[in-house]
């Protein structure tokens, strides 16, 4: 079947740290990733995408990089700010169904 | 542009009373819809999705029920709630084309007590 396995949480970080969030996957055949974040008390919103091998999916700073040789789609930042402050979600749409597969969320605090 | 609703926002229900979360998307036409459960300090579970008006499938045996008697709108349901029904539930809703990402309502905080 299909799963996301992500680092478990939660991470803190300093303002203006590196960030880097792991998720790796499990599917059958060629599925699209993505990332969500939820803010506190919010639902989810889509941050990026990528639909197939080596796409790099990129929004308000954040960067993914699907890659198919290691499955993963770490989530990276350069430099976080207190306004980052969220739950992160991966999740995979494996294609042949119009169903997300969800990690179970990573919750990041950036103090200032 | 296409918008998602969710009502109530928050709910406390004492255990073996009934359940109603209403959900309704706006600007878009034939979606899609998704109910998700994200229970406390943990990931979210697909409950339900919807193809189409009266086509509903179930993800996870439990005492919730689903319904969507218009194009537009998604109701979640149970006859009885138990204190495990505690969590934050969400309604999605993507477009008909594959690939389509899903996009989120704001979610309704349950409390069973």
């Known amino acids: 079947g299909n799963s996301v396995t992500q680092m478990e949480g939660p991470v803190t970080l300093s303002e203006e740290a590196f960030l880097t969030i792991n998720c790796t996957y499990t599917?059958?055949?060629?599925?699209?990733l993505f990332w969500y974040v939820q803010y506190p008390g919010e639902g989810l919103q889509l941050l990026l995408k990528?639909?197939?091998?080596?796409d790099k999916g990129s929004n308000k700073g954040f960067e993914a990089t699907y890659r198919k040789e290691t499955t993963s789609f770490h989530l990276e930042k350069g430099s976080v700010q207190v306004s980052d402050s969220a739950v992160y979600f991966c999740?995979?749409?494996?294609?042949?169904?119009?169903?997300?597969?969800f990690g179970s969320g990573t919750q990041l605090t950036v103090l200032p | 542009s296409q918008t998602i609703h969710q009502w109530p926002a928050t709910l406390v229900q004492p255990v073996g009373s009934p359940l109603s979360l209403e959900c309704t998307v706006e600007?878009?036409?034939?979606?899609?819809l998704y109910w998700y459960r994200q229970a406390a300090g943990r990931g979210l579970q697909l409950l339900f999705y919807?193809?189409?008006?009266?086509?509903i499938s179930s993800e996870v045996p439990q005492n919730l029920s689903a319904s969507r008697p218009q194009d537009r709108q998604f109701i979640l349901s149970s006859k009885k709630l138990l204190l495990s029904d505690s969590g934050f539930y969400l309604c999605?809703?993507?477009?008909?084309?594959?690939?389509?990402?899903?996009?989120f309502g704001p979610g309704t905080r349950l409390t069973v007590t």
């Open positions: 999605a809703w993507s477009g008909s084309v594959a690939l389509d990402e899903q996009y």
């Open positions: 600007g878009t036409s034939n979606p899609n």
């Open positions: 599917a059958t055949g060629y599925p699209s």
């Open positions: 990528a639909t197939k091998a080596d």
């Open positions: 999740a995979l749409d494996p294609r042949d169904a119009r169903q997300l597969t």
């Open positions: 919807s193809v189409g008006i009266g086509q």
